[in-house]
């Protein structure tokens, strides 16, 4: 009442206050007690989801291979694990850095896990196309940790992998949503439990959080582009806003000319 502090109703024992007025509501314990006539929410802890077993994993699968229309299945092995395909939307605002001179990586190199980027320090950037799109052959093991250094690898991308992070799309009632999935996370179960329509579910790589990422790991070449990068948005948004609004200026301009030739 005095001192204005707010707090969620489940965090109300973790609170230690000196104000006066909260000190008169104080248990002996020091915590806030709740007002009468109020229900306070109980902290229940939620228990985790037990692991899906090997049959509730394959009668999922049988009915997420009866809903695909091309050749891209899930195949369950022996060992309990299961393999398929995602894409994956690259959704990149920023230039990426890759090895300078270096031509792409064939199948052969693919297959002999040959890492072209080594063969040379010299560097480049340049902006990957829009909205790319990369398929994917994973296992359930796979983790999003994993997928990001994958799609990098493909791409011969050599920037650290915690610039990037992999979200989940989803759309609902007219909406796009984009979540941010954890490091550990399975891209495949997420995938097998969405079914393989991408309207449901899609797959977005996209550049990190700016207060997740550790700038230390950046050099200083590249903390200057990315001061230069940022500067020159600044200046295309600054004349995208005075675009719009002189625009919007024009049209009342000749509004408010064929107003004043109407007679009356």
């Given at each position: 009442a005095d001192c204005r502090y707010t707090c969620h109703q489940e965090c109300r024992s973790l609170i230690q206050l000196d104000c006066r007025r909260c000190q008169s509501q104080l248990s002996p314990e020091g915590t806030l007690l709740p007002a009468r006539g109020q229900n306070v929410a109980q902290t229940v802890e939620e228990e985790k989801p037990e692991p899906p077993t090997v049959q509730e994993i394959k009668q999922k699968i049988e009915k997420y291979?009866?809903?695909?229309?091309?050749?891209?299945?899930?195949?369950?092995?022996?060992?309990?694990?299961?393999?398929?395909?995602?894409?994956?939307?690259?959704?990149?605002?920023?230039?990426?850095?890759?090895?300078?001179?270096?031509?792409?990586?064939?199948?052969?190199?693919?297959?002999?896990?040959?890492?072209?980027?080594?063969?040379?320090?010299?560097?480049?950037?340049?902006?990957?196309?829009?909205?790319?799109?990369?398929?994917?052959?994973?296992?359930?093991?796979?983790?999003?940790?994993?997928?990001?250094?994958?799609?990098?690898?493909?791409?011969?991308?050599?920037?650290?992998?915690?610039?990037?992070?992999l979200f989940k799309e989803m759309r609902k009632d007219g909406q796009v949503l984009f979540q941010k999935l954890p490091l550990t996370e399975y891209p495949l179960y997420l995938r097998l439990l969405a079914g393989p329509d991408t309207d449901v579910l899609s797959f977005v790589l996209k550049e990190n959080e700016t207060g997740e990422v550790e700038w230390d790991a950046f050099s200083i070449p590249e903390l200057q582009n990315f001061l230069m990068i940022l500067d020159k948005e600044e200046k295309e948004k600054i004349q995208q806003v005075h675009r719009k609004y002189e625009r919007f200026k024009q049209r009342l301009q000749q509004t408010l000319k064929e107003a004043r030739s109407k007679p009356g």
């Open positions: 291979n009866a809903k695909v229309t091309n050749c891209l299945l899930m195949k369950l092995n022996d060992d309990g694990t299961y393999t398929g395909f995602i894409k994956v939307h690259l959704k990149l605002r920023r230039p990426v850095t890759v090895p300078a001179g270096i031509r792409p990586q064939s199948i052969y190199d693919a297959l002999k896990d040959v890492n072209l980027a080594e063969m040379t320090d010299k560097r480049t950037s340049f902006y990957l196309p829009l909205d790319a799109i990369k398929q994917l052959h994973i296992s359930s093991t796979t983790t999003v940790s994993e997928v990001i250094q994958g799609l990098l690898k493909k791409f011969m991308v050599v920037d650290n992998p915690q610039k990037f992070a």
